[in-house]
């Protein structure tokens, strides 16, 4: 063979092997996304429920022991606009940057690029019991609720209208 022969034979199997590779590996479905196609990789998550239609909560949501998952959608365009995690009757994870169950579950559901992304997140303010974080990804939403601890991904760039709702509601009245 010649050399230009053995370089397109080898170029063109490493992009074969890159195509199967992406083709096998599940996408991450994050915020922004379709809800068609964080509904279909939730189905590959062993540590997620089966996501429903919840009308009422204009979303998708499940319930897998004391995991709760929500992926919120506009009702427009399909489009994900924030996603959250609810862990109840756990003493041992809460939603801090410097939680290593909090890391190590983000790091199961999504990916390390996920799970670094909010463990080297940037603490930004607290709104009533919100703490508000900016990586370089996503944004952050970390709350200890009844019985458990949350976080909400966010896009990026929606961090500074998710804080500027959450003042306007502690004085307003909003819906929930």
Same mark, same amino acid.
């Given at each position: 063979m010649h050399k230009s022969s053995k370089f397109n034979y080898l170029f063109n199997a490493t992009?074969? $092997?890159? /195509? !199967?590779? +992406?083709?096998?590996?599940?996408? %991450?479905?994050?915020?922004?996304?379709?809800?068609?196609?964080?509904?279909?990789?939730?189905k590959t998550r062993?540590?997620?429920?089966?996501?429903?239609?919840?009308?009422?909560a204009h979303g998708y949501e499940g319930t897998k022991g004391n995991l709760y998952?929500?992926?919120?959608?506009?009702?427009?365009?399909?489009?994900?606009?924030?996603?959250?995690?609810t862990v109840s009757g756990s003493d041992r994870l809460k939603f801090t940057t410097k939680n $290593?169950? /909090? !890391?190590? +579950?983000?790091?199961?559901?999504? %990916?390390?690029?996920?799970a670094n992304d909010f463990q080297k997140s940037r603490y930004i303010t607290k709104v009533g019991h919100d703490q508000y974080y900016r990586g370089q990804k996503f944004a952050y939403i970390a709350a200890e609720v009844q019985g458990g601890s949350s976080l909400q991904i966010?896009?990026?760039?929606?961090?500074?209208?998710?804080?500027?709702?959450?003042?306007?509601?502690?004085?307003?009245?909003?819906d929930v």
């Open positions: 992009l074969c $092997a890159i /195509a !199967v590779i +992406l083709a096998v590996t599940p996408a %991450n479905a994050l915020p922004e996304q379709n809800i068609s196609t964080v509904v279909k990789w939730a062993p540590q997620l429920p089966t996501l429903r239609y919840n009308s009422e998952f929500y992926a919120d959608v506009t009702s427009q365009n399909g489009i994900v606009t924030k996603e959250g995690i $290593a169950n /909090a !890391v190590k +579950l983000l790091q199961n559901i999504y %990916n390390s690029n996920i966010i896009p990026l760039n929606k961090l500074q209208e998710f804080i500027d709702n959450a003042k306007y509601c502690q004085t307003n009245q909003c």
